[in-house]
């Protein structure tokens, strides 16, 4: 792998896709694990108000805080290590291991960056998604990304699910890796069949904060992960 290459591309575009990444069976065991303790239909663990408002429906589960240690072999993979490093420098760390299941019927998540441009251009997270599963267009939850858009600052007041021209839908298989800067406007589209599956291994530079993606922006408001609260409505252009 030419990682000088797909650190360019990464800082270019804002987004990498690397299909194939990860072998077969270690992305059943994967799946497996996360739909036995998800199973079928799970109770969501948000907030009305953050459903309803932030169109997302994605109930996080943060496998090795619970000592569940398969999730570290993907992690510790060394191709993993070294592409992260030729992204991100010395110095990076990892934040946590986040899986995500949305179920049939869902609205997947609108238009968003993890972490705000406007506190700094220069803190940001590094998101590192692993698909155990394909994403099929008869199930949805594909994920959309504008390519270049972790370099124009916060994302615009808007229509949360605005079709843009230049997005780009991304598909990934199973075994797929998606690297992916926190600023970069990304959309997950809504789940229509079956259940969507995706877990990240989330990351940052050296220096970030831990909590740098505590507030998430959406076209619509600012939400804050740790008191569950929205603490700006961004269409009444006011804090809340
Ligand atoms: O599940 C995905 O494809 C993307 C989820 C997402 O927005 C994130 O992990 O920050
Ligand atoms: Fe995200």
New binding site residues.
Partial sequence: MNYEALAQQFWRDGYLVLEDFFEPELMDQYQELIVRHFGSSPAFLHTDEFLNKSATE?IPWFPQQEGQNAFDVAENDPRLTALTEALLGEGWYSLYC?T?FSRKGTKG?AW?Q?CDPEESAARFNV?R?IYTDDIREEVG?Q?LVIPGSHRRGTITVGEVNEEFDDQVV?T?KKGTL?M?H?HTW?R?RPVVGGYRV?T?Y?CCPKGTPEDITDVCVYRNMRYKFETSSVVEDRLAGGGA
């Fill in positions: 994605v986040m995500m998540q968003h993890d998101n998604l939850g994920t991304l990934p998606v992916l926190g990304h997950v995706s990240n989330r």
